[in-house]
């Protein structure tokens, strides 16, 4: 019985890697790599792995063998007839000799050619991932080497190149376009707080309560849309710390809706809990799921008119729970639906950062659950969540 793996053995493939194709850092149980450079040429075991270096040594060995032999053929063939030693030179086995040793030099050179070409089939796709690498490094992420030919194993080393340098080109635009909007978020209370303190500090306004909390106001607006983008940062990442309780979800959704009570009053939207008493308690993280139906609660007062209603409706099967926030706004445009779960993706009259959806997302997801958003304009939108009440399992 062989002996278990060392975890320092144990590498996994990394996320550029094409789905489906070994990673030559796996190792069977008895510490052999699997696939990869020891894949082979065709499956067959030809590729420049440790197995594959070795029969391609034999190959070369053999060919190197029969080249010499064939020359040390051909010598002795011509000494023999030089010297006598086979008697007449029409002898038949001095002949002979020298059309063996001709034969064997022809196979030679036929072999050597033929292990020329074996390692120009392997070095020209290596010279393209070479000048291709290079291209990545000086920064142009629009390089692709595309389909090459030669073995096996670096058929997939291009794609795998391909494939990083393709999300290296989708990360490099996320980061551009996350710049430019923050940049733009940032830039109104900016210029409002520095508008009102220049005014201040002239003399335009005086330093009573009302100029200065509106500076205080921005300074919030600021302070939110900072944490904003760093809840979002964590949860991209797969680093957002979770702190998973016993937690009634039913409790949790009519307290969120009783905070926006007043709100909705004030614009004169009804606001309607739906939530069986005898709720099942769920694994998850109260205050984060507070905040993913706070944020759903904000967004459907904010689209929902004078006389409209949102409702909130959370329900259970025992192991899931299900949370829809419905309202009668006008609803989201066909061409914004699909991607209002997306980083500062808003409606043309939204007054939002554009980031409490996509917070939403982000963690519902690290909680092991779904979000989805169905909307007809002039019908409303209804917001669906859908939550394990016990972790996903590791297994």
């Known amino acids: 019985m062989s002996s278990p793996e060392p975890p320092s053995e144990r590498r996994q493939a990394p996320p550029w890697w094409p789905e489906g194709e070994p990673w030559k850092g796996d190792r069977d149980h008895q510490g052999r790599r699997r696939g990869g450079w020891g894949g082979g040429w065709g499956g067959s075991g030809w590729g420049p792995g ?4 070795r029969r391609f040594g034999c190959i070369f060995g053999l060919v190197f063998v029969l080249f010499i032999g064939s020359i040390v053929a051909f010598i002795i063939g011509l000494l023999a007839t030089a010297l006598g030693i086979t008697g007449d030179p029409g002898d038949p086995l001095g002949a002979g000799l020298r059309i063996g040793g001709l034969v064997v030099l022809g196979i030679g050179v036929i072999g050597i050619v033929a292990g020329v070409r074996a390692v120009r089939a392997v070095t020209r796709p290596l010279d393209e991932l070479d000048e291709a690498t290079r291209r990545v490094e000086a920064g142009d ?4 080497v595309g389909e090459v030919r030669g073995p096996r194993s670096v058929r997939r080393l291009a794609r795998g190149f391909d494939t990083m340098v393709a999300r290296l080109e989708v990360d490099e635009q996320q980061r551009r ?8 978020e940032l830039r109104t209370p900016l210029a ?3 508008g009102q303190l220049e005014a201040i500090i002239d003399g335009v306004h005086e330093p009573d309560e009302g100029h200065l909390a509106a500076v205080l106001e921005q300074t919030r607006v600021i302070a939110r849309l900072v944490e904003d983008l760093r809840t979002v940062a964590l949860s991209e990442a797969g680093t957002l710390p979770l702190h998973r309780e016993p937690t009634d979800l039913g409790l949790v959704a009519s307290e969120v809706a009783d905070a926006f009570r007043p709100a909705a009053q004030q614009a004169g939207v009804d606001i309607v809990v739906n939530a069986p008493e005898a709720f099942p308690q769920g694994d998850l993280d109260p205050f984060r799921m507070r905040e993913v139906l706070s944020n759903l609660m904000a967004n459907a007062l904010r ?11 959370v329900d259970s099967d025992g192991e899931r729970a299900t949370v829809v926030v419905a309202d009668t706004g006008a609803g989201i445009a066909p061409d914004v639906l699909p991607h209002v779960f997306e980083r500062f993706v808003r409606s043309a009259d ?4 554009g980031l409490g959806l996509a917070i939403s997302r982000n963690l519902v997801e690290a909680h092991g659950g779904s979000i989805s958003a169905q909307s007809m304009p002039g019908a409303g939108t209804t917001i669906t969540v859908d939550l394990p009440l016990s972790p996903p399992s590791d297994d």
Do not use: E, F, I, K
């Open 350 to 353: 939204s007054h939002g950062s």
């Open 192 to 194: 409002v707080v520095q």
């Open 50 to 53: 440790r197995s594959g270096r």
């Open 141 to 144: 992420y629009s390089v692709r």
């Open 303 to 313: 689209y929902t008119p004078v006389g409209g209603r949102v409702t909130m409706t």
């Open 177 to 184: 376009t996350l710049l430019a909007d923050v940049s733009h």
